[in-house]
C-alpha cells in the first residue's frame, strides 16, 4: 500500500477495518464490484486522494483493486466502442491474478436499429462475426483468464417478433467461444420470457438480474426463473424504480454518500447472491449515490442478514 501511494498518480485509501472483516466472510466465488471506477468523489472511500477523471481512466484501476471488498470491476467504455487487445491488457496488468472483469459488449451488437436512424435496421445486430472479431476477440487476447462476464445490454428498443428474436439470439449464443460467460441483461419485460429463459440455458449462457425501473422487481425475476438454473449469478444493481438515470446522477453526483437508501434492493441482491456457487455482482453510484458504500452495506447485508 505504501509503494502504491508514493510511486502512483493515485493510491488507495486505507480502508477501515470493518471492511476488511466483511471482506473476509465473503466466500471465495462471491465477486463485488461498480460501474466503471473513473469518479474523483471516492477520495477517502476508494482512493487516497481526489485527483481528475481522466488520471482514475488512465491510473486508478490498481488502487481500486486494492479495496478488499472489490474484486471485479464493469468495464463500461466497452459499450461505445470496441477497444484494442492492447488496451484489455493494461487493464489485466493493473490488477491482481485472482480479479475478475466483466465486460460490456459493443452497443453495435445488441441494438436492433441504427441509433441515429431509427427507421434503419443495424446490420451488426446479434451477428457473430462481428462479435468476435471486434469485441469478444481482442477482450480474450487481453484480459485472458481475468475475462469472466462479457455483459451483453440490449437497450429498449422495438421487437416486433418476440419469437425471432429469441432465434436470433440463441443462433448467436451458439456460435460465440466459450471461453467466457455470456449474460444477457434486458430493458424490455416482453423479452423476459419461458424461450429467452429456456435458450439461454441451453446454450450455457446467463440472465443478468437487474434493478432498472424498466424491467420488473428483481423479487419477480427471480420468481420467473429459478437462481440455481444459470451456470452464474450476474446481478448489476443499478436504478430504483422511482427515478430516472439523468436525475439521479444529477442529485447524487460527486457520489460519495448514501443520499436514497434502497433497503429493499439490498436484501434482495444479498438473498439472491448468498447461497450462489458463483455470483458477480455489480453496483452503480445511481442505485443509492454511491457504488462503493452501497457495497459495503451489501457486504453487511450478505455477511448479517437483516429482517
Known sequence: MEQLTLFAPVGAAEPPARVRELASALHERLYLGTSSWSFPG????????????????????TAYAHHPL???VC????????????????????????????????????????KHD?????????????????V?????????????VMLLQFPPQFVDDVAAFNGKLHRFLSELPKRVLYAVELRNPELFNDGYRELL???????????????????EQVQQSAPDAWPTIVI?????????????????????????????????VATLCRDAKRAFIIVNNKAEGSAPLSLVSLAEEIVSPTR
Not at 118 to 134: C, K, R, T, V
Not at 136 to 146: Q, T
Not at 206 to 211: E, G, Q, T
Request: glycine residues 6%; contains cysteine.
Open 42 to 61: 471516492w477520495d477517502g472511500i476508494v482512493y487516497d486522494r481526489r485527483v481528475s477523471q481522466t488520471t482514475l481512466a488512465r491510473h486508478g484501476l
Open 70 to 72: 472489490f474484486r471485479t
Open 75 to 114: 468495464i463500461d467504455r466497452t459499450y461505445y466502442g470496441p477497444i484494442t487487445a492492447e488496451d484489455f491488457a493494461r487493464y489485466r496488468s493493473a490488477v491482481p491474478e485472482d480479479f475478475r472483469f466483466v465486460i460490456k459488449a459493443h452497443e453495435l451488437v445488441t441494438r436492433g436499429r441504427q
Open 118 to 134: 431509427i427507421a434503419s435496421p443495424n446490420p451488426l445486430f446479434l451477428e457473430p462475426g462481428y462479435a468476435i472479431d471486434e
Open 136 to 148: 469478444i476477440g481482442p477482450c480474450l487476447e487481453g484480459l485472458g483468464r481475468r475475462a469472466a
Open 201 to 219: 440455458q441451453d446454450v450455457g449462457a446467463s440472465h443478468c438480474f437487474n434493478v432498472h425501473p424498466n424491467m420488473p422487481a428483481l423479487e
Open 236 to 268: 448489476r444493481w443499478m436504478l430504483r424504480r422511482n427515478l430516472r438515470y439523468s436525475d439521479a446522477k444529477e442529485a447524487f453526483h460527486p457520489f460519495n454518500k448514501l443520499l436514497n437508501e434502497d433497503a429493499a434492493s439490498r436484501r434482495a
